[in-house]
């Protein structure tokens, strides 16, 4: 048996399951908080790993330096996103 491969399956599994449990409960509080269900996270979920990727394999910045780089990036992004489109729907 290749204990190698077995570790690096068992690592990534751990890995998106976790990332798959973050997502969800980024669903619910979302949901909770205003009873809209939104589906446009997994569209933020898909450009912060475009943005970490582009980062990493374009610009061959380091992963340790490219994902804050990124979480930056994401944040801003998410406030533009809340104070352009979401704060003048409030109440129509």
């Known amino acids: 048996m ?7 399956l068992l690592i990534n599994g751990l890995i998106v399951g976790a990332l798959y449990g973050v997502v969800a409960m980024c669903f619910v509080m979302i949901y909770k908080a205003s009873q809209v269900v939104n ?4 569209e933020f979920v898909l450009i ?6 582009y980062l990493a394999a374009s610009l061959n910045l380091p992963f340790w330096l490219a994902f804050p780089v990124c979480l930056v990036f994401m944040s801003l992004l998410g406030i533009i996103v809340q104070v352009v489109v979401l704060r003048p729907l409030i109440g129509e």
């Open 2 to 8: 290749n204990w190698t491969l077995l570790l690096q």
């Open 39 to 42: 589906f446009a996270q997994g």
């Open 48 to 53: 912060g790993a475009w943005a970490c990727w």
